[in-house]
C-alpha cells in the first residue's frame, strides 16, 4: 500500500513538472468572423525545442493567417500563431504537440465563440412615381423663341467642334470604362492564372489587392494606391462618416483584414493556405459589390430627391 502510495506522488509530481515546461495562451475567446486569434505557445526550456505546424479543428473550421519567427528569451522560448474563422458557432482550438528532446508534450484545449456579423437587410424607402407635367407652350414672347433657337445653335456647333476634333485626333478619344466593371474583369483575368497564387503568392496578393484599391480611388476619388494599409482604412472610415454613402463597418473590416494578409505575405513572408487565399479573393469582390451597392443607392435617392 504505502509503494503504491509513493507511486501515485511521483506520477502526479511528473504530471505537473511536465506541464508546466509547455504554457499555452490565447488573447481572446470571442471573436467575430473574420477577426484574428494570437494563439501563442510558451516553452520553459531551450533543449532541442521543436514548435508544431498548426493543427486546426476536425472541421478544418480554424484557418492560420500567419506562424510568427520563435521568440528567445532567458530560459525560455515563445511561438506565436494568427488564426481565424469564416464560419459562426463554437469550436475547439485542438491541443497541439511540443516536442522537448525528443519527448512530446500537449497543450490545453481553447473554446472559441465566433459571432457572426448582422447584415442590414433594411430596404430604402420608395417613392411613389411623379407623374409627368407638361409645361404651357407660350407663343407670345419672341424673346423666349430667340433664347431657344440660339441654344440649339449653339449645341449644334459644339457638337460639330468635338466631333471634328475626335477626327484629327482619334488617340486621344480614350473611352472611360466604368470602375466596376473593370474590377469585376479584372478579377475574372486573376481567377484564369491559377498558377500565380500556388508558385507566386506574393504577386497575387499584390494583383488582388492593387485591383481593390484602383476600384475604390475611381469610384469614391480618394487616395488608395499610394497610401499605406493603416491610411487607407483611417480615409473610408472618415469618409463613411462624413458622406452620405452608406459604407457597411463590416465591409470596410473586411478589406482591413484583406490588406493585412497582403501585407504579412509581402514583407513578413508569410505563407497562407490555398483555402484562406481563396477566401481573400472571394471577399475582395464582396467589397467591391458593396461599395457599389452603396454608390447606386446614393444616386438613385439623389435622382429621386431632384425629380
Do not use: C, W
Amino acid at each position: 500500500m504505502k509503494k503504491l502510495l509513493i507511486f501515485f506522488f511521483l506520477f502526479s509530481v511528473s504530471i505537473g513538472f511536465a506541464q508546466s515546461k509547455v504554457e499555452v495562451e490565447v488573447d481572446t475567446t470571442s471573436i467575430r468572423i473574420g477577426e484574428q486569434i494570437q494563439y501563442k505557445i510558451r516553452v520553459n526550456d531551450l533543449d532541442k525545442v521543436v514548435f508544431p505546424e498548426f493543427k486546426s479543428d476536425a472541421a478544418k473550421k480554424a484557418v492560420l493567417i500567419a506562424e510568427k519567427p520563435t521568440d528567445t528569451f532567458v530560459n525560455k522560448l515563445e511561438k506565436k500563431y494568427l488564426i481565424t474563422y469564416f464560419d459562426g458557432g463554437k469550436y475547439k482550438i485542438p491541443r497541439q504537440t511540443v516536442e522537448i528532446d525528443k519527448r512530446k508534450y500537449f497543450t490545453k484545449e481553447f473554446l472559441v465563440n465566433v459571432a457572426t456579423v448582422k447584415v442590414d437587410t433594411t430596404q430604402q424607402k420608395m417613392f411613389d412615381i411623379k407623374t409627368i407635367k407638361e409645361e404651357p407652350k407660350v407663343f407670345d414672347d419672341y424673346k423666349n423663341l430667340i433664347i431657344y433657337l440660339l441654344i440649339f445653335l449653339l449645341v449644334v456647333a459644339l457638337l460639330i467642334y468635338f466631333l471634328t476634333k475626335k477626327k484629327k485626333d482619334p488617340e486621344k478619344a480614350v473611352k472611360r470604362i466604368d470602375p466596376y466593371v473593370e474590377a469585376i474583369q479584372k478579377l475574372k483575368e486573376l481567377d484564369k492564372n491559377e498558377e500565380l497564387s500556388k508558385k507566386n503568392v506574393k504577386k497575387y496578393y499584390s494583383e488582388l489587392t492593387d485591383i481593390a484599391r484602383s476600384y475604390i480611388e475611381k469610384e469614391l476619388s480618394i487616395s488608395a494606391m499610394e497610401s499605406t494599409t493603416n491610411e487607407l482604412i483611417d480615409e473610408l472610415f472618415l469618409f463613411a462618416k462624413s458622406s452620405e454613402l452608406k459604407i457597411k463597418k463590416e465591409t470596410i473590416r473586411a478589406l482591413k483584414n484583406i490588406l493585412q494578409n497582403a501585407d504579412f505575405v509581402k514583407f513578413a513572408k508569410s505563407m497562407p493556405a490555398a483555402e484562406m487565399t481563396q477566401k481573400d479573393r472571394l471577399l475582395i469582390e464582396q467589397v467591391v459589390e458593396e461599395i457599389k451597392k452603396s454608390v447606386d443607392n446614393h444616386r438613385n435617392a439623389s435622382s429621386i430627391g431632384v425629380s
